[in-house]
């Protein structure tokens, strides 16, 4: 079963910087959209930002000025580049490897999606 493991995630104060970081265990995710989530306490997982396998990038309105995403092609990791943090960016951040479809390689068939178990951020002056 493959996984995508975070690393990175710790407590900050309000104007602080931290960088995310996820891999994943297989190079199959390296044709994958691969993204950031958020989830703080008693709302729903939200987007933070994503980057397609070309390197195109996508981000969430509060994350745009602020955070970049960023992947080395071929490469299965992903990470995000947090700047000037505020506590409404405290959350549980998951990452995320999609496809539009299951992917097959030779007798292997990969999910259409994958999800970290998450690592906390926490903003707190």
């Known amino acids: 079963q493959e996984q995508l493991v975070e690393s990175g995630g710790e407590l900050v104060q309000p104007g602080g910087s931290l960088r995310l970081s996820c891999v994943g265990s297989?190079?199959?995710?390296?044709?994958?959209?691969m993204g950031w989530y958020r989830q703080a306490p008693g709302n729903q997982r939200e987007l933070v930002a994503d980057?397609?396998?070309?390197?195109?990038?996508n981000y969430s309105r509060s994350a745009k000025g602020r955070f970049t995403i960023s992947r080395n092609g071929g490469e299965s990791r992903v990470d995000l580049q947090m700047n000037n943090v505020q506590p409404d960016d405290t959350g549980v951040y998951y990452c995320?490897?999609?496809?539009?479809?299951?992917?097959?390689?030779?007798?292997?068939?990969?999910?259409?999606?994958?999800w970290g178990q998450g690592t906390q951020v926490t903003v707190f002056a």
């Open positions: 980057i397609n396998y070309d390197g195109t990038t």
């Open positions: 297989s190079n199959i995710f390296s044709i994958y959209t």
């Open positions: 995320n490897a999609r496809r539009k479809w299951p992917q097959r390689v030779g007798p292997k068939v990969y999910d259409a999606e994958y």
